[in-house]
């Protein structure tokens, strides 16, 4: 079936940005109204910022989903009103662990690096769980995810085993890469990660070409359960590379099921993004190609998630992308390298204040969904996990001479004739890794 | 596979009379046979082994032996079909569209156009607007998104309009074409074909009469072709859709009305293997893509005076085909290398390097390297023509080689 370009030359109109804690929405399409002055950003002199938000999560005003229903009742506690709950008990359980995954997680890749077992560059998330969370736990293991160099968390949010994560960072053969990736070369073929990219914003075009994938699935090859959906993580950085406005054209021009989300944590290195960008809100740049675009809190790993659902909605349905900015903050330096002299103390304060696995902690224990205790034991566990992650990758084996030229080729014809007429790959040699080619 | 390829003595592969002023035919009918059996010049055939990938090209052996009295004899009532070389382009292409669905084209005016070269022209309608896909003019990204489509299943063909273009899209070819598969550890394979028309062309100025197989040369991962007839054109095309590994197949501007006759059956060339122009004796003249035209031209004149060259085109820039070198420089001990690519870093020096570790005792003069100077294409046509090598150039060169 032929699809023919005019039939989305008109943007639709999109629904309105949404900010989470906004409590009405504005129905002119494209403007978006939000409180106060454009300066919701940090600023890394003059102290313009947001008032700390409420830490009981506000209920975007069209988001009160009857299906948010709460199984504490059954555990016997009082409950009030399932109405209002976000989330189910089991639900925040899950984000809980993830988000406490990602952070044990990174803490100890820092204590390895400086271990000297791991190398090179290592970009830690930490302070970020909440956008990794709150949307890759919403997709289907189908879904794809594309990421950047910071990745690790994004790995272990989409499935990719601890160990297997771990090892990888160590170097070993049983990393998820075989070692060969390293820290900013995630992939899992099983868990549909397609990257970790150590430039930014060369990973967008190709989650593109997936999300062009899931689309041809369903409409070439009439595949009626291909409702694939990608979503690819950058950074502010990235949101003034050529390839991001080049690919929320594309994306938008022919209603790919990909989600971009920015997770704008106002530094590229020691660049703040106010010095960087003309026009520091990235979620405009939506509108301006026809897509919808929205800013939230994404040291909110609630307000993430309502987001996410919907923009996941959207791209399934086939009604094509969203741009989602995410402001947030990473708590460590760009990576482990960095002395992360630029930032000020305040402003890092200030988020410390809105960690978001404290809030997430503290929503739950107030609204009864969780207490200390089950919170307390989901910590342990994942301190085992870790415990064993590592064990495991100290006890991996490195990779041997002979895995130096397995996948240079998917198909090693391609190392081509040697001089004795026959394929270069059946020379011993290449078995063993000590060929030169 | 078994059918002997009968009675062509090198000598009749090309007589000096009439085959140089338009498309030399295939040497010999055992190409068109089989993917796999190379030709020598001393007449024998050996077959080189065909490693399967999970999709053999395995049609060769049988579309010749469809007839009872399979032989060279029934080849050659059957005569094939005349087309031009952007003809046969399409038709390969259009034939691997037709058997595998996850077959696609991407790139700038290839839909509704029908390619800024008329290599896809038709298909859009065939086959729809998403499988030939119009894209905007953002090459770094849409060959990005070729790429990410290949990781996730499909087997996209980009397109640049011109070959130069892409080099807005080296940062995709280079980081994720070729290094994906390795750095995930194997997970992913690309198979895409990134093909498009480069070299000099008349007078169309000094960005588009660029020669991208140098710079994209020292990528690992990738491999590089070039076409230079109808017949390898659709074959080479192919064969790169089928490979699983990237390929990068380079056509030349001047070579898409060139006009032959083709095999009605289907037919798959090797990506790896050389082709055996036309056998001889004194000289090695090693060149690929255009320059297997001028060298022709000059084998003409040599063979004149009476020398008896021995022309190669590599067909494939990345693997060499050592084999199919080594043996002709076993044979001549004298080598001279013709191509369009600039003097610095080109596929020349490459192949200089390449032979020169493998073959230095088989030689008896130093390798003679002619390639285009290191100049901008300039538009002026007497200037253009000086910068790129001429048939006059090519027999002086074979002259003092031989001395």
Same mark, same amino acid.
């Given at each position: ?6 039939? %989305? ?7 309105? +940005?949404? =900010?989470?804690?906004? @409590? ?8 978006? /109204?939000? =409180? ?22 506000? *209920? ?16 016997? @506690? ?24 990602? /952070? ?10 400086? =271990?000297?077992?791991? %190398? ?42 601890? #160990? ?52 041809? !699935? ?40 990909? *989600? ?117 034991? *989901? ?49 011993? @040699? ?8 | ?56 090209? =395995? ?39 037709? !058997? ?93 074909? *990134? ?82 122009? #036309? ?47 080594? @043996? ?14 600039? !003097? ?36 002026? +046509? ?22």
């Amino acid at each position: 079936m032929s699809f023919s370009a005019t039939n %989305f030359a008109q943007p639709r109109p999109v629904p309105v +940005g949404i =900010r989470s804690n906004e @409590k009405s929405l504005s129905s002119d399409p494209f403007r978006f /109204r939000f =409180r106060g002055s454009p300066s919701f950003l940090g600023s890394p002199h003059s102290l313009r910022f947001n008032p700390t938000p409420p830490l009981k999560l506000a *209920i975007p005003h069209s988001r009160r989903s009857p299906a948010a229903a709460v199984t504490d009742v059954s555990n016997g @506690k009082m409950v009030k009103s399932s109405a209002n709950m976000l989330i189910t008990k089991e639900e925040g359980l899950e984000l809980y662990e993830d988000m406490i995954l990602g /952070r044990f997680f990174e803490d100890m890749c820092a204590q390895m690096y400086y =271990r000297g077992k791991m %190398f090179g560059f290592v970009h830690l998330y930490n302070g970020q769980e909440a956008v990794s969370t709150g949307f890759i736990k919403l997709l289907k293991k189908e879904d794809t995810v594309v990421s950047t160099y910071r990745d690790h968390v994004h790995a272990l949010s989409k499935g990719v085993p601890a #160990r297997a994560v771990m090892s990888e960072l160590f170097g070993k053969a049983t990393g998820c890469c075989r070692g060969q990736g390293g820290s900013m070369h995630m992939f899992s073929k099983e868990h549909n990660l397609i990257g970790g990219f150590a430039f930014i914003g060369e990973g967008i075009p190709v989650a593109t070409g997936a999300a062009f994938s899931s689309k041809y !699935r369903r409409e070439v090859l009439k595949e009626a359960s291909a409702d694939h959906v990608t979503l690819a993580f950058f950074g502010d950085g990235t949101c003034n590379n050529g390839q991001f406005y080049e690919c929320l054209n594309m994306a938008a021009l022919w209603k790919l099921p990909i *989600i971009f989300v920015v997770e704008n944590n106002l530094w590229a290195i020691g660049m703040s993004h106010l010095r960087a960008t003309s026009d520091p809100e990235i979620w405009k740049k939506g509108p301006a190609f026809g897509m919808a675009g929205v800013h939230v809190d994404g040291m909110d790993v609630l307000k993430v998630r309502e987001v996410a659902k919907e923009a996941i909605e959207r791209a399934r349905r086939g009604d094509g992308p969203t741009l989602v900015e995410c402001e947030t903050y990473r708590f460590r330096g760009h990576s482990l390298a960095d002395p992360d002299e630029l930032r000020d103390p305040a402003e890092k304060a200030r988020y410390a204040a809105r960690d978001p696995i404290s809030a997430l902690k503290k929503y739950m224990i107030e609204n009864k969904l969780a207490n200390e205790q089950e919170l307390k034991s *989901i910590e342990k566990k994942i301190d085992e996990v870790l415990d064993d992650a590592v064990e495991y990758s100290d006890e991996s084996p490195l990779p041997p001479r002979s895995q130096l030229l397995e996948n240079v080729f998917a198909d090693p014809k391609g190392f081509g004739i040697g001089p004795d007429g026959k394929y270069r790959c059946e020379d011993p @040699k290449f078995t063993q890794g000590t060929a030169h080619v | 596979m078994a059918t002997l390829f009968q009675g062509l003595p090198s000598s009749t592969a090309f007589s000096s009379s009439n085959k140089f002023n338009h498309v030399p035919a295939p040497t010999s009918f055992s190409e068109r046979k089989s993917s796999i059996v190379t030709v020598r010049s001393d007449a024998r055939w050996s077959p080189v082994l065909n490693y399967a990938t999970h999709k053999p090209q =395995r049609l060769i052996t049988n579309a010749v032996a469809t007839k009872a009295d399979s032989s060279l004899a029934s080849t050659s009532s059957k005569p094939g079909h005349e087309l031009l070389l952007f003809e046969a382009l399409r038709e390969g292409l259009e034939e691997e569209m037709e !058997r595998d669905p996850c077959v696609c084209v991407m790139g700038e005016d290839v839909g509704h156009y029908g390619g800024s070269y008329k290599v896809t022209k038709g298909l859009a309608t065939k086959f729809g607007d998403l499988r030939v896909l119009d894209t905007p003019i953002a090459e770094n990204s849409f060959t990005g998104m070729g790429i990410g489509a290949a990781m996730t299943g499909l087997r996209p063909i980009i397109e640049g309009m011109n070959m130069g273009f892409l080099l807005l899209a080296f940062n995709q070819i280079s980081n994720n074409c070729g290094m994906l598969h390795y750095t995930s550890g194997g997970q992913f394979k690309i198979p895409v074909v *990134i093909r498009g028309p480069g070299g000099v062309g008349r007078q169309l100025g000094a960005e588009h009469s660029q020669r991208l197989e140098s710079y994209f040369q020292s990528i690992p991962g990738i491999q590089m072709v070039a076409c230079s007839t109808p017949y390898n054109a659709k074959g080479l095309m192919k064969a790169a859709i089928r490979s699983e590994n990237p390929v990068i197949l380079f056509e030349h501007v001047l070579l898409y009305n060139l006009k032959d006759r083709i095999p009605d059956e289907e037919y798959v060339l090797s990506l790896e293997e050389a082709e055996m122009v #036309r056998p001889g004796e004194h000289v090695t003249i090693l060149t690929y893509s255009r320059m297997r035209y001028h060298v022709m031209q000059a084998a003409k004149t040599l063979v004149n005076k009476g020398y008896d060259p021995e022309v190669i085109d590599i067909r494939s820039l990345k693997p060499f085909d050592l084999h199919t070198i080594g @043996k002709s420089v076993k044979k001549t001990h004298r080598v001279l290398i013709v191509e369009e690519c600039m !003097r610095t870093g080109g596929i020349g020096a490459s192949l200089t390097a390449a032979i020169t570790e493998n073959f230095n005792d088989d030689l008896d003069a130093p390798i003679v390297c002619l390639s285009s100077q290191d100049v901008p294409t300039p538009y002026a +046509g007497t200037l253009e023509e000086w910068t790129v090598v001429q048939p006059a150039q090519i027999v002086t060169a074979v002259e003092q080689l031989c001395q």
